[in-house]
């Protein structure tokens, strides 16, 4: 069944038109709290989450122009070299479209294997509407409650609990969570 | 902390989202994703119209604008 409707946010319009783009030059993950929200959560966010293969500067510079030629920004400079820095000292840069303030696409490339599995292991959520990838909702779920922790995420973790309940593997949560004590809370 | 009611509310909606077709939910949530985006962009907007507002603004976002 085509689950996807017409009437979306702007917040979901900016991220495909995001993705529009970036899907050509690489391949991509959203993560974190959009997630949720693309699932129903009654929450609000200022920014999307997205992780992306490394590029070269050369294969980055084609995109970010691409960007730049579809109505977005990068906030943190107009120097594309400056900006390949960010992301190559493990930063996140952010692109608005021009004109306003908020949302905010928060980007960043991969940094260790459980970035490389999250983007091995996307998936195409039908029940959010959304024609992107997203990181499966386990590894979601995973950060939320094994890293994250705040208030927010511990009920976004519980909102994806409650909708996944009759599908979720419980042994791929537990998985990504030993990784998470692994490699980011050494 | 909220308390457990906070909680217990999540779970209702997300039993409400399960248990309904993509549109119902997706019209009730609409309105306050939009709502919060144009508020915001408003607020931005009017407050870098003076050169106090515009470092607040720059401050409050941590960027330059």
Known sequence: ?186 | MRDKTHMEQVVRWARFVKNNDISVWKQQVKPLIDSQIIMANRFYSNLIKTKEGKLKAEKLLKRKL
């Open chain 1, 1 to 186: 069944m085509d689950r996807r409707i017409e009437d979306k946010s702007i917040l979901e319009k900016f991220v495909e038109d995001f993705v529009l783009i970036v899907e050509k030059y690489c391949k991509y993950v959203v993560v974190s709290g959009f997630v949720a929200i693309s699932h129903g959560r009654t929450r609000g966010t200022e920014d999307i989450d997205m992780i992306i293969e490394k590029l070269s500067e050369h294969e980055f510079s084609m995109m970010h122009k691409n960007l730049l030629k579809n109505g977005f920004t990068c906030v943190q400079s107009d120097d594309v070299k400056d900006i390949y820095d960010y992301l190559k000292n493990k930063l996140s840069i952010r692109y608005v479209k021009n004109n306003t303030f908020v949302p905010e696409m928060e980007l960043k490339f991969s940094k260790d294997l459980l970035d490389e599995y999250q983007i091995k292991t996307r998936k195409k959520l039908p029940l959010s509407g959304l024609d992107i990838y997203f990181s499966s909702i386990e590894a979601n779920i995973a950060f939320k409650e094994e890293l994250l922790k705040s208030e927010k995420d511990i009920e976004d973790a519980r909102h994806l609990r409650e909708l996944y309940s009759d599908k979720l593997n419980k042994n791929e949560i537990s998985k990504i969570k030993k990784e998470i004590r692994r490699l980011r809370l050494k």
